[in-house]
């Protein structure tokens, strides 16, 4: 079994006026449904177990997250998580991509959910935390223990887990000493977990205006695409790695 830690964002990526914690917005080939979401979809933990309706998926990609992962002000088929749900038919791999992304959602609200997200039967779960942490100036020393028992209870779930953290940054108003400790989070709790650390999610997307929403923060279509590109660098080979070792 392989697990992709997707870990934080810079602090406001995730968090829209009006996007509270806990508020549901998500979109790919099937959205789970999560305990404070407004969506009454089936039980993610049927969802990961039950494999896609044609049979051909026979393992399932979960992806946690906040509003970027939930694909906030795009189209459900624009969501950087279907995009690699595109990419895994193209390459014909038996995975099947899940989105439990929540808007606004904080590494301490990941904690409240993780023992539901657990119970699914999942391959590869990518979890993208810690942005809205950021934005709020939770102390460093917070967001990486709430990392630290988030990976945690993977590895007790799932001990055979492979995890991958990707490498996210907090935004230079936050002043140097805090986005400078933000940053040393990701690569400290992939060491502790065993876990590969992977580049930047918003890598060649942050700060351009041509490729985010007009808040300025949230990718459009076109940064999406960029950012399907930046996860799938790293997800490609490890999937192939896991459907040739046989998980």
Excluded at 65 to 80: R, V, W
Excluded at 169 to 174: I, Q, R, V
Excluded at 189 to 211: I, K, S
Excluded at 222 to 232: L, P, T
Aim: charged content about 20%; some cysteine; aromatic content about 4%.
């Amino acid at each position: 079994m392989l697990i992709v830690v997707a870990a934080g964002v810079l602090p406001a990526a995730c968090k829209r006026s009006g996007a509270g914690d806990g508020a549901a917005s998500a979109a790919t080939t099937r959205k789970a449904s999560t305990p404070s979401g407004s969506d009454s979809v089936r039980d993610s933990a049927d969802i990961v177990a039950s494999g896609r309706a044609d049979g051909v998926a026979q393992h399932t990609v979960l992806f946690i997250g906040t509003s970027l992962t939930a694909g906030l002000g795009l189209n459900p088929d624009s969501a950087y998580p279907q995009l690699v749900q595109q990419k895994i038919e193209a390459d014909h791999l038996p995975f099947e991509v899940v989105n439990a992304g929540v808007s606004g959602e904080t590494t301490a609200g990941l904690l409240r959910r993780m023992d539901w997200l657990m119970r699914g039967k999942f391959d590869v779960v990518v979890i993208e935390s810690g942005a809205n942490d950021g934005l709020r100036g939770t102390p460093v020393a917070t967001v990486k223990e709430n990392l630290r028992n988030v990976l945690r209870q993977i590895r007790t779930a799932h001990p055979r887990a492979k995890v991958v953290v990707v490498q996210m940054e907090a935004p230079p108003n936050l002043g140097p000493s805090y986005t400078s400790a933000f940053h040393a989070i990701y690569p400290e709790v992939a060491r502790e977990a065993g876990a590969t650390l992977m580049p930047f999610l918003l890598q060649g997307v942050a700060g351009d205006r041509a490729l985010n929403q007009a808040d300025g923060i949230h990718p459009n279509q076109r940064g999406e695409h960029i950012v399907a590109d930046n996860v799938w660098k790293s997800l490609e080979p490890l999937l192939k790695q896991a459907q040739a070792t046989g998980l």
